[in-house]
């Protein structure tokens, strides 16, 4: 994988040398590889989403591990804000889901959190036993809402809030349509609430064991369509 080559020559660079230059081109190449592989990784996840591929791969899982994973992919953003993430895990040992699945789910939406918050801010990340059948994730900003008008639009793909020449916020705008397929396909829900220029709230409600299920999708439920096979 050529992006797993650019992270690791990165990571070298910044361990061999002490030269402030080369220390600087390691940062910069760290930071925009992890920054594309992201990305990369939600444009595979849609597209094997919409083919109808993706396949369900239960394991036992810490919660923990995955959060610790994706604070240090998110390591830039989250020094250049100044932003605490503020972690409380309440489940027991023994919950089974899948991992990647979750870990896309809990990287994107972590990743908007911190996003769209403003500088030397927090993001309230909350992994709970809803019931004995159950596990909600619930992540909450204090950044910058999301307006009424938008509520209908926010898991659709490539839908972007602040869009325009002077969009202050970078991604495709595949992140939350994503984390709504996985969760349905996970048997899961996603909801959210906001308070608009105040805080915004997502939660995820997750069983514990999954359940692999052959039809994901209606016809009528693909983005990109062959008007010329008909």
Not at 31 to 36: P, T, V
Not at 110 to 117: G, L, M, Q, W, Y
Request: aromatic fraction near 10%; charged fraction near 30%.
């Amino acid at each position: 994988n050529p992006l797993f080559s650019m992270i690791s020559l990165s990571k070298s660079l910044l361990k061999s040398s002490e030269d402030e230059r080369v220390k600087f081109i390691g940062n910069s190449l760290y930071e925009e590889s992890l920054m594309l592989n992201f990305q990369v990784k939600n444009i595979i996840t849609a597209a094997e989403i919409e083919s109808g591929t993706i396949d369900i791969n239960v394991s036992k899982i810490d919660f923990l591990d995955i959060l610790l994973q994706i604070k240090e992919e998110l390591q830039y953003p989250l020094l250049h804000k100044k932003i605490d993430l503020k972690i409380t895990t309440l489940c027991e040992d023994g919950v089974y889901m899948d991992r990647e699945k979750v870990y896309i789910i809990l990287l994107n939406l972590i990743s908007n959190a911190v996003e769209f918050s403003p500088m030397y801010s927090k993001v309230i990340i909350e992994i709970n036993e809803e019931n004995k059948n159950s596990v909600e994730f619930v992540i909450r900003d204090f950044g910058e809402g999301i307006d009424k008008s938008d509520y209908e639009n926010i898991f659709k793909r490539f839908y972007q809030a602040h869009s325009g020449l002077n969009r202050a916020h970078r991604g495709q705008g595949l992140g939350l349509s994503v984390v709504k397929d996985l969760s349905e396909l996970l048997d899961g829900t996603i909801s959210f609430e906001s308070v608009f220029l105040e805080s915004s709230t997502f939660k995820v409600l997750l069983p514990k064991m999954q359940k692999v299920q052959n039809e994901l999708f209606d016809e009528d439920d693909f983005l990109f369509v062959d008007n010329d096979s008909e």
